[in-house]
């Protein structure tokens, strides 16, 4: 079993849709949670951090994490164009390294 | 602001030459310091984490080395490249061992 597994996609909505997007980890170590998004060829841009379970909001970006279910969610309102991406998930727990996910290849359609 | 800066942008090396890649880290001090490597259709991989000066942690045996000569710069090196090296090499900084982490803009490395 993969310590982090992500659906790869690719998954499409229309824009303006609720998007969500999900992780599951098999590690009950981890205690910090992130979600990056990356465009083609360029370097992971840090969306949303957050410590143990709970919700967490940033303007059209909601995270929540649920550790007795060991599964972490991205939900973006009001999709845009623009948020078409990849979005990886990643997590550690005391060690210094992240583990990742795959990522989720996400496509908005205009 | 801090900056993170990796150079070069892309390469493209001949199987058994030498790599050295570099990251540096403005607008901090004593930085956390990471190399993570992003294969095709795999994840993100750690390879190297340093908490200061001198101080190289090794994740994944292979034929890379890091070193960190300052204290805010972070390089990435082998003395001869297999063609399994190439992806996207990464270099990351983080303020605390356990805070967030940023990513620099990558490195392209292509090995023939």
């Known amino acids: 079993q993969k310590e982090v597994e992500q659906d790869p996609g690719p998954l499409s909505v229309p824009e303006g849709a609720i998007v969500s997007l999900n992780c599951t980890y098999s590690?009950?170590?981890?205690?910090?949670f992130m979600w990056y998004r990356q465009y083609s060829r360029k370097g992971p841009e840090l969306l949303m951090y957050?410590?143990?379970?709970g919700n967490k909001e940033d303007g059209r970006f909601t995270a929540q994490v649920d550790k007795s279910s060991k599964y972490i969610s991205l939900f973006i309102r009001d999709s845009q164009p623009s948020d078409s991406a990849t979005y990886l998930c990643a997590m550690r727990g005391g060690a210094d390294g992240l583990t990742f996910g795959k990522g989720t290849h996400l496509i908005i359609q205009p | 602001s801090q900056t993170i800066h990796q150079w070069p942008a892309t390469l493209v090396q001949p199987v058994g030459s030498p790599l050295s890649l570099e990251c540096t880290v403005e607008?901090?001090?004593?930085?956390?310091l990471y190399w993570y490597r992003q294969a095709a259709g795999r994840g993100l991989q750690l390879l190297f984490y340093?908490?200061?000066?001198?101080?190289i942690s090794s994740e994944v045996p292979q034929n890379l080395s890091a070193s960190r000569p300052q204290d805010r710069q972070f390089i990435l090196s082998s003395k001869k490249l297999l063609l399994s090296d190439s992806g996207f090499y990464l270099c990351?900084?983080?303020?605390?061992?356990?805070?967030?982490?940023?990513f620099g803009p990558g490195t392209r490395l292509t090995v023939t």
């Open positions: 590690n009950s170590a981890f205690q910090y």
């Open positions: 990351a900084w983080s303020v605390a061992r356990a805070g967030e982490q940023y």
């Open positions: 957050t410590y143990s379970s």
């Open positions: 340093s908490v200061g000066i001198g101080q």
């Open positions: 607008g901090t001090s004593n930085p956390n």
